[in-house]
C-alpha cells in the first residue's frame, strides 16, 4: 500500500490534458482521496508538451512532487521526455498501436488507447475517457467514480456524450483487469478530502463575485485570463457584472478607475508585464484616491520571459510601482481559500482608504487545483463607507478631498448627491481644483500616504506560523509557497523546523515579523525569484539578516522534493 | 437650469484670447439647452489646456491623466449610465497619447460625447507638434518642419463608422453649442473636433485663417452618406466645413448588453446577491 503516488498525463498541448487531468481528480476524489494537481504548460496551443501531474494521497496535500509512478504518455515523444521525472518502479502507459514501439524502458506498458477509444466511443476523441478508465483499474478505483465524473463534466453536452465518454472509460477499465498483470497502485486512505475542487483563479474570481465586484476590466494575459473567463461566466449567469475587454492594460485599468469614481467596485487582473502597462494609472488611483484592486498573476520575466509558468518575481515590483508616493496594500494569497477571502477583504480595505490593492499570485496558485472543504462565505463582508447626502450635509459644502479627522477624506457617488464632485490627477485642493500652494501639498502628501500608511499598518493580516516556538530553523515565504513549507515542516521528524507565510506583504508586517523571528536560530526565506527580494524587504523593514535564502527561478514550481533537498545541508 | 448654475469659481489658468474660452461657454450653452442639472453631467478629461475645462464649469469632473480621458469616461458611463458623460480633450491628448483609446472607444460606442480643442499644436508644453499639425509646420523641436503627415480626426472616426462626427470652430460659439447638444443627444460615441486657435504657439492656424476659410454645412449635405461625408470630413485648404458630417444610427454599447433594461450597476444591492450557489460549481 502506498502513502501517496503522483500520476502525471502527458502529451502535446490541444490533447486535453486539462480535461482528463481534472476528470480523474473528481474521480479521485469521489473515491475518497486528497488531490493536488499542477499544470506544466508551453506557451503554444496545439504541439510542444504539457502535462498535468496530480498528486494523491488519504492526507491533506498542498503542493507537488518532482517525480510521478504514473505516467500517462498520450503522444509519441512523452515517454522519452518524461521517463527521467518516472519512478524507477513506475508504470509508463503508452499507445503503441498509434506511435511505433517507443522506448525500449521495462516500465513501459501498451495500452492501445486510440483503438479502443474509435472501438467504444466511435472517434479518438474518446482517448481521455479510455485512460481514465485505465487508470481507475491501475489505482483500484470503482468504475462507478468515473462513471459519476463523467456526468459532471460532460453533463451540459448531452446524453450521448456522456454515454460515449463512459462506454470508452469501460473499456480502458476492461483492457486494465484483461491485460495488466503489475503492481497495482493502491494509496491508503485516511480522512475524506474536500467535495470541491479549486484552484487559485477559481477562488479570487468568487472572491470577487461575494464581493459585489460589479465592474471588471483586463487584457487577456496568462496567466491572469481564466479570472476574466470566470467573471464574464458569472455575468452570463446574472450576477450584476459588467466584464468589458479592454485594448490594452492602460484602458483596463483607465475604465475600472473610472467605474469605481462613478461607484461601481470595480477590478483588473493581469500580469506582470500587463501591470508595467497599470503603473501609470496605479498612480493615478493614488492621486485621486480611487478604491481598485488588481490582480498580478505572476509568470517568469524580464519582458515576455517564460508566458505560461511560474515565478514570484515581482514583490519589489508591486511595492515600488507608480511614480510619485501613495499608500496601497498589498496581498499574496498561499492557497485557494485564502485567495478568496484576501480577494472580497481587498474590495473592503480599497474602499475603505480609498486606495490601489493589489493581490499578488502566481501561476503556480492559479492553476494548481486541491481538494477543499468549502470557502468562507459566511464570513464575507461588504462595507462600502460612500459618502451620503446625510454624511456630507454635515459640513456644508461638500469637498472631496476634505482634511478629517479620521484622515480619509468622504467619498461619494457623483449624481447621488446634490453636490458635485470634483477629482484631479493634478495635486488639487480639498475641493478638487489644481493647485500649485506648497502648504496644500504637504498637507495632501501626508493625508493620501503617511496617514493612510498608518492607518493600514493597523489592519494587518498577520502572517500564519507553524512551530516557531520548538524550530531549530524557520522558514519565511509570501504567497504560492504556503503549502510546500507547510507540508515540508509537517514531515521533518523532531519539529526542526517551523515557517512563517505572508499573506500580506504592504504595509510590511515589521512588528509581527520581529516577534516572530525574534527567537529563530536559523532564518531561511523561501522564494521563486533570483533576488532573495523578501529576504531584503525583511532586512530592509526590520533590520534583521536570514541566514540564506533558498530560490528557484526555472519557471517550475517549488516541489516538496526540491525544499527538502534544500534543507539537507541547513539542518 | 442657466448659465450661472453652471458657474465655478476655480480661476480660468488659459491666455487671455485663448480658443477655449469659446469651447467653454458653448459647453455651458448646451448643458443649459439640454436642460441637466450639474450633478447629472460628468466631465472627464485627461491632460493639456483643454483638459483643464471641466474646473471652469460647475459639474461633476475626473480630470485623469494625459490621453486616458475616454477608458475613464467608458467606465464611468457603464458604471452608471444615468450621467450625461461629456469628455473635452485636444489634439495631443486624444488622438497622440491615447490614440489607441480613441480607435477602440469609437468601436466600443460607448454613449459619451468627445469634444477635441483641435489647436493643431501642443500648446502645454509650449509649442511642439500635435498629430494633427500641418505637414512642413516648423516647431522648436521640429526646425526643418513637421515630416509626419497630419492625422486626419474624422476620416478615421468615419472610417470607425462613428454614429456622430462633426466639426465645430471655438469662435461659433452659438453653432457650437447646438452640435454639442446634438452630440449629446445622439445614443453612442460622439465626436465634435473643434477647430481652436492657439494664440501663443500657432502662427498659422489664427482667428483670421479660419474664419477666411470656415464655411457651415447646409441641408444640401446628407450626413447619413458615408461616401459624401468622408469626402466633406477630408476638406481641408482654402474652404474648410463645420456642421455634422457623418451619423448612423448603429447600437450603442448600452443598446447591444441591453443595459438600459436594467438599473445601473452602482445601484445594485451587494448585499442581496446571492452567492449561496456559487460552490456546485466546483465539485
Known amino acids: ?42 506557451s503554444r496551443i496545439r504541439g510542444g508538451n504539457n502535462f498535468f501531474q496530480i498528486r494523491v494521497a488519504g492526507f491533506n496535500l498542498y503542493c507537488p512532487r518532482v517525480s510521478c509512478n504514473i505516467l500517462v504518455a498520450l503522444d509519441g515523444a512523452s515517454p522519452g521526455l518524461h521517463a527521467g521525472s518516472l519512478a524507477p518502479s513506475g508504470i509508463m502507459i503508452f499507445d503503441h498501436e498509434k506511435y511505433g514501439a517507443g522506448l525500449s524502458d521495462s516500465r513501459l506498458f501498451e495500452v492501445p488507447l486510440h483503438r479502443l477509444a ?17 487508470l481507475a483499474y491501475l489505482l483500484d478505483l470503482k468504475i462507478g467514480y468515473v462513471h459519476e465524473a463523467l456526468h459532471a463534466t460532460f453533463g451540459t ?28 497502485f493502491r494509496v491508503e486512505k485516511g480522512a475524506m478530502p474536500g467535495p470541491y475542487l479549486m484552484n487559485g483563479n477559481d477562488a479570487i474570481v468568487l472572491g470577487a463575485v461575494a464581493a459585489g465586484c460589479t465592474f471588471y476590466s483586463a487584457y487577456p494575459m496568462t496567466p491572469s485570463t481564466s479570472i476574466m473567463e470566470g467573471m464574464a461566466y458569472y455575468e452570463k449567469k446574472g450576477f450584476p457584472i459588467i466584464v468589458e475587454q479592454a485594448e490594452d492594460e492602460i484602458a483596463a485599468i483607465n475604465m475600472v478607475i473610472g467605474a469605481s469614481f462613478a461607484g461601481a467596485r470595480s477590478m483588473a487582473s493581469t500580469s506582470g508585464g500587463g501591470f508595467a502597462l497599470m503603473v501609470e494609472g496605479l498612480s493615478l488611483a493614488g492621486m485621486t484616491e480611487t478604491p481598485v484592486v488588481i490582480v498580478d498573476a505572476q509568470r517568469p ?29 498589498i496581498f499574496a494569497p498561499g492557497t485557494a481559500e485564502e485567495a478568496f477571502s484576501l480577494t472580497w477583504h481587498s474590495f473592503n480595505i480599497a474602499e475603505e482608504y480609498q486606495i490601489p490593492v493589489l493581490i499578488m499570485t502566481d501561476q503556480f496558485l492559479a492553476d494548481s487545483y486541491r481538494d477543499i472543504e468549502g470557502l468562507d462565505f459566511k464570513s464575507v463582508k461588504i462595507i462600502r463607507h460612500i459618502a451620503s447626502e446625510k454624511d456630507i450635509k454635515q459640513y456644508g459644502v461638500y469637498k472631496r478631498y476634505r482634511f478629517t479627522d479620521s484622515g480619509i477624506s468622504p467619498r461619494a457617488i457623483p449624481s447621488r448627491i446634490s453636490d458635485v464632485v470634483y477629482v484631479d490627477s493634478d495635486e488639487h485642493t480639498e475641493e478638487g481644483h489644481i493647485t500649485e500652494d506648497a502648504e496644500v501639498r504637504i498637507r495632501m502628501v501626508e493625508k493620501r500616504y503617511h496617514r493612510k500608511m498608518e492607518l493600514l499598518s493597523r489592519t494587518l493580516m498577520k502572517p500564519k506560523s507553524f512551530n516557531l516556538e520548538n524550530a531549530e530553523c524557520v522558514l519565511i515565504g509570501y504567497g504560492s509557497t504556503y503549502g510546500v513549507m507547510k507540508e515540508v515542516c509537517a514531515s521533518v521528524a523532531d519539529n526542526k523546523i517551523g515557517f512563517i507565510h505572508l499573506s500580506q506583504v504592504w504595509p510590511f508586517p515589521s512588528s509581527d515579523i520581529v516577534g516572530m523571528l525574534g527567537s529563530a536560530k536559523k532564518k531561511i526565506t523561501v522564494e521563486g525569484n533570483a533576488g532573495a527580494q523578501l529576504a531584503g524587504l525583511i532586512r530592509r523593514e526590520t533590520g534583521i539578516s536570514v541566514d540564506t535564502s533558498i530560490l528557484k527561478y526555472d519557471g517550475r ?15 | 437650469m442657466n448659465i450661472a448654475d453652471f458657474k465655478s ?11 477655449n474660452f469659446g469651447i467653454l461657454n458653448a459647453v455651458k450653452k448646451a448643458l443649459v439647452l439640454l436642460d441637466v442639472k450639474p450633478n447629472q453631467v460628468l466631465l472627464v478629461s485627461g491632460i493639456g489646456q483643454a483638459a483643464k475645462l471641466p474646473h471652469y464649469i460647475k459639474c461633476n469632473c475626473f480630470n485623469g491623466l494625459h490621453g486616458r480621458a475616454l477608458p475613464v469616461a467608458a467606465g464611468a458611463k457603464i458604471a452608471n449610465p444615468d450621467l450625461t458623460v461629456i469628455v473635452t480633450t485636444g489634439d495631443g ?46 516647431t522648436k523641436v521640429q526646425p526643418y518642419g513637421v515630416v509626419a503627415d497630419a492625422l486626419g480626426p474624422l476620416e478615421l472616426a468615419i472610417a470607425l463608422n462613428a454614429g456622430f462626427v462633426a466639426r465645430g470652430y471655438s469662435r461659433e460659439s452659438d453653432y457650437l453649442a447646438n452640435l454639442i447638444v446634438e452630440a449629446v443627444n445622439h445614443k ?3 465626436l465634435i473636433d473643434v477647430l481652436q486657435p492657439c494664440v501663443t504657439f500657432n502662427k498659422k492656424n489664427t482667428y483670421q485663417w479660419y474664419s477666411e476659410r470656415i464655411y457651415k454645412l447646409d441641408n444640401s449635405h446628407d450626413p447619413s452618406d458615408k461616401k459624401k461625408a468622408y469626402e466633406k470630413a477630408a476638406e481641408w485648404g482654402e474652404r474648410i466645413p463645420v456642421g455634422i458630417i457623418y451619423r448612423n444610427n448603429r447600437p450603442s454599447f448600452d443598446q447591444r448588453l441591453g443595459l438600459s433594461a436594467r438599473k445601473p450597476i452602482i445601484d445594485e444591492d451587494l448585499s442581496s446577491i446571492d452567492i449561496s450557489s456559487l460552490m456546485n460549481e466546483y465539485v
Open chain 1, 1 to 42: 500500500m502506498n502513502q501517496e503516488i503522483s500520476v502525471r498525463i502527458a502529451g502535446e498541448a490541444g490533447m486535453g490534458m486539462q480535461t482528463v487531468g481534472t476528470v480523474f481528480c473528481s474521480v479521485l476524489r469521489r473515491a475518497g482521496y486528497h488531490i493536488f494537481a499542477n499544470q506544466d504548460y508551453m
Open chain 1, 118 to 134: 474509435v472501438e467504444n466511443g466511435g472517434s479518438e476523441l474518446f482517448v481521455n475517457s479510455v485512460a481514465c478508465g485505465f
Open chain 1, 157 to 184: 453536452k448531452g446524453e450521448e456524450i456522456v454515454r460515449k465518454n463512459i462506454d470508452a472509460a469501460n473499456a480502458g477499465y476492461s483492457f486494465g483487469k484483461s491485460s495488466y498483470r503489475g503492481e497495482i
Open chain 1, 301 to 329: 520575466a524580464p519582458a515576455t520571459g517564460f508566458p505560461t509558468r511560474t515565478e514570484q518575481a515581482d514583490l519589489n515590483f508591486l511595492i515600488h510601482a507608480g511614480h510619485g508616493e501613495f499608500a496601497r496594500a
Open chain 1, 557 to 571: 514550481p517549488i516541489s516538496f522534493d526540491y525544499l527538502m533537498e534544500k534543507l539537507k545541508g541547513e539542518l
Open chain 2, 9 to 19: 469659481d476655480d480661476p480660468i489658468a488659459w491666455c487671455p484670447g485663448c480658443g
Open chain 2, 93 to 138: 491628448d486624444c488622438y497622440g497619447e491615447g490614440g489607441n483609446h480613441f480607435i477602440h472607444n469609437i468601436r466600443r460606442n460607448v454613449d459619451i460625447t468627445v469634444i477635441v480643442h483641435d489647436n493643431q499644436i501642443y500648446g502645454l508644453t509650449k509649442g511642439q507638434a500635435s498629430p494633427t499639425t500641418d505637414a512642413g509646420y516648423i
Open chain 2, 188 to 190: 453612442g460615441f460622439s
